[in-house]
Nanobody, 116 residues
Framework: QVQLVESGGGLVQAGGSLRLSCAASGRLFASYAMGWFRQAPGKEREFVAACNWSGGRTYYADSVSGRFTISRDNDRNTVYLQMNSLQPEDTAVYYC?????????WGQGTQVTVSS
């Protein structure tokens, strides 16, 4: 069973940057497309970004396109989300998971808070 552990969140001013990491256990990680998702207070979880098994193809929500970059290191079983030009509306708990069909078990997520 794959376990997912997100890290790298924090408090940053508008215009700042953060790099999130998602460490995954399990031998099948390298065969999965992976995605990042986020959930803001009072809102449903939404898709942010995804990449195919190699990282060669990437997909982004319109709200983050041009600002966020997803990448992965299959040797380290890790997927990353580089977030630049952060805005207060990016404030949320960020999660990673298999994409597009997510695994039933989510990690604890990592909190990103952007102050104006």
């Amino acid at each position: 069973q794959v376990q997912l552990v997100e890290s790298g969140g924090g408090l940053v001013q508008a215009g700042g940057s953060l790099r999130l990491s998602c460490a995954a256990s399990g031998r099948l990680f390298a065969s999965y497309a992976m995605g990042w998702f986020r959930q803001a207070p009072g809102k449903e979880r939404e898709f942010v970004a995804a990449c195919n098994w190699s990282g060669g193809r990437t997909y982004y929500a319109d709200s983050v396109s041009g600002r966020f970059t997803i990448s992965r290191d299959n040797d380290r079983n890790t997927v990353y989300l580089q977030m630049n030009s952060l805005q207060p509306e990016d404030t949320a708990v960020y999660y990673c998971n298999k994409y597009p069909a997510t695994l039933p078990s989510w990690g604890q997520g990592t909190q990103v808070t952007v102050s104006s």
